[in-house]
């Protein structure tokens, strides 16, 4: 579970970018792309702050609580400058960045924690299972977080 809630890092400890532009989204689409290019130049158009804590934090949707409702309304064009990176942007470099920026410039205050919440289990009815066998060959799966889909064709 991932809270909007307490204490930031340690001032040494943040890696921040030099310049940076944050901008109210014009765009009548819903394009929403983030990239970086070498010389520390990070570029993250139609973006929502909870996108933004999501990516930066590793964590899903529904793991971040007590955000307000705007932070996944609002949209925002962000052009930042990380001045020490002279090379190659990757990505490692830039979400702490991101972090740092939601601390800055939107007041992010988080900390993790554990909570326990409901989930579903999938069980066999007592009339046994009602699932029939496919006829096709070629087996297909995938499997993400919260998600199983398979079958065959």
Same mark, same amino acid.
């Given at each position: 579970?991932?809270?909007?809630?307490?204490?930031?890092?340690? =001032?040494q400890d943040r890696p921040v970018f030099d310049v940076i532009s944050?901008?109210?989204?014009?765009?009548?689409?819903?394009?929403?792309?983030?990239?970086?290019?070498?010389?520390? +130049? =990070?570029?993250?158009?139609?973006?929502t702050v909870l996108s933004l804590i999501t990516a930066s934090y590793?964590?899903?949707?529904?793991?971040?609580?007590?955000?307000?409702?705007?932070?996944?309304?609002?949209?925002?064009?962000?052009?930042?400058? =990380?001045?020490?990176?002279?090379?190659?942007?990757?990505?490692?470099? +830039?979400?702490?960045?991101?972090?740092?920026?939601?601390?800055?410039?939107?007041? +992010?205050?988080?900390?993790?924690?554990?909570?326990?919440?409901?989930?579903?289990?999938?069980?066999?009815?007592?009339?046994?299972?009602? +699932?029939?066998?496919?006829?096709?060959?070629?087996?297909?799966?995938?499997?993400?977080?919260?998600?199983?889909? =398979?079958?065959?064709?």
């Open positions: 579970m991932f809270l909007l809630f307490a204490g930031s890092l340690v =001032a944050i901008k109210p989204y014009e765009g009548s689409n819903d394009l929403v792309y983030a990239r970086t290019s070498p010389g520390g +130049l =990070a570029v993250m158009e139609g973006q590793g964590v899903r949707r529904y793991q971040v609580t007590g955000a307000p409702d705007w932070t996944d309304q609002d949209r925002f064009n962000i052009s930042a400058r =990380a001045e020490s990176i002279t090379g190659p942007f990757p990505v490692e470099l +830039l979400w702490p960045r991101v972090r740092t920026m939601l601390e800055d410039r939107f007041a +992010l205050k988080a900390r993790r924690e554990t909570r326990e919440m409901p989930i579903y289990a999938l069980v066999v009815d007592k009339g046994g299972a009602k +699932l029939k066998r496919s006829a096709g060959t070629d087996t297909r799966y995938r499997v993400s977080r919260g998600m199983i889909a =398979a079958g065959k064709s």
